[in-house]
């Protein structure tokens, strides 16, 4: 089959990543023959059009150029569909990209999307019918990702979420969340609870989250427990120096299912995929198998 290639780039980025993305993007599709079309937009709405209609008019297969919020965006115009959906990575974490063994920099990341044939159908959670394909959860990083708008993601990366995850730890205690899995319920008092179905593996989070595979048709449910401010402290440090106390020290996974039921007394935001997405509590699902995605041939 011959392959069309749409290019979504989200420009919230930096309309210079934008531009240098364009040049050097059409040039290797170009000299590899691959038949494209390259969009970039600040708009949303406009994104969501274009990847709904990509197989309309004629692509095979859509590269997102964005962070993992715009790949979830575009994960749900695609799902079940057969279009594949190549990650050119362009945002803050790139979790998902580094979960996929996708490079970071741009050219050895276009040329998974030019050399590999290799196509992957990752699982999602299904969250009243919006997907997310990494995490979802509410808690200290939910309450914390309130704080923090666009620029302040752009201008300070990552550190934008520990240092408001920092400020929120001293006015937050740990509060009581409900879990209710295959027929099952318990309470427990944690600072966070969060769903993964994609875990960090390839970030200085992977000891916490070893076992989450975008694959295995099985979220993973795991709390936290880490003291006030200098808990989050320990917690980095041990992060940065890999020790192999985190799971024991930190975090306690609860449940391993397909389909999970969670609340908390009192009632907390809720985040996905790193993006606020409500308030309350949620009703979450494993759907098998929704999205193709190109990965490089050594992805395992």
């Known amino acids: 089959m011959t392959r069309r290639l749409l290019v979504i780039i989200n420009e919230l980025g930096g309309s210079t990543l934008a531009r ?11 000299s590899a023959s691959i038949e494209h079309d390259i969009v970039s937009t600040r708009s949303m709405r406009e994104i969501r059009r274009r990847a ?15 962070g993992d919020g715009t790949i979830g965006m575009i994960a749900n115009e695609v ?21 996929l063994m996708i490079p970071m920099a741009l050219r050895p990341a276009l040329a998974v999307v030019v ?31 309130t704080d923090i708008d666009g620029r302040m993601k752009r201008l300070l990366g990552m550190a934008a979420y520990f240092i408001s995850v920092l400020s929120h730890l001293a006015r937050r205690g740990p509060v009581r969340f409900r879990v209710s899995a295959d027929g099952v319920t318990r309470t427990v008092r944690a600072r966070e609870a969060m ?4 875990g960090f593996s390839r970030t200085t989070l992977a000891p916490l989250f070893s076992t989450s595979r975008a694959t295995d048709g099985l979220m993973e449910l795991s709390v936290f427990h880490m003291g006030g401010g200098r808990g ?31 609340s908390s007394d009192p009632p907390l935001p809720v985040q ?19 999205v193709r995605v190109r990965v490089p041939q050594a992805y395992r």
Do not use: Q, W
């Open 20 to 30: 240098r993305v364009r040049r050097i993007a059409g040039a290797v599709l170009s």
């Open 52 to 66: 709904a209609r990509a197989a309309d008019d004629g692509f095979t297969e859509i590269g997102c150029v964005g």
């Open 79 to 99: 799902a079940d569909d057969p279009i594949v959906l190549s990650i050119i990575p362009g945002g803050t974490g790139n979790i998902l990209a580094k979960h």
């Open 115 to 145: 050399h590999s044939d290799r196509v992957v159908a990752l699982d999602a959670i299904d969250r009243d019918g919006r997907l997310h394909l990494l995490n979802l959860s509410m808690g200290l990083s939910s309450v914390a990702m």
């Open 195 to 198: 769903l993964t179905n994609a």
């Open 232 to 262: 989050l402290l320990s917690l980095l440090s041990d992060v940065v120096m890999k020790r192999a106390r985190l799971r024991s020290r930190y975090m306690l996974r609860l449940v391993v299912a397909e389909s999970i039921e969670l």
């Open 272 to 290: 996905a995929d790193g993006d606020p997405v409500g308030e309350g509590s949620v009703r979450a699902v494993v759907r098998r198998s929704a």
